[in-house]
């Protein structure tokens, strides 16, 4: 894995560096771990909105096809 430099400001190093401390992490894993936590909340906001589409569709008697729920699955496993 390659890196860069970005900037940041100040304040919220700041803010990052008191997680980081209390939870033994670097800075940058500080940062990595609140991107992870970030990136779940995300993925599992999509999956609830998926779900409340297909329970909508389901309400309406539209089917999924074959084609639909692999992609659907495949989306998800990413």
Not at 5 to 26: C, N
């Amino acid at each position: 894995m390659g890196f860069i430099s970005i900037r940041l400001p100040e304040e919220f190093i700041g803010e990052t560096k008191d997680f980081a401390e209390r939870d033994y992490r670097t800075i940058p894993q500080q940062i990595m771990y609140w991107a992870e936590l970030g990136k779940q909340q995300e993925l599992r906001n999509w999956q609830i909105e998926k779900m409340r589409l297909g329970l909508q569709q389901a309400q309406k008697g539209i089917v999924a096809t074959e084609s639909d729920i692999s992609r659907v699955f495949t989306k998800c496993k990413k």
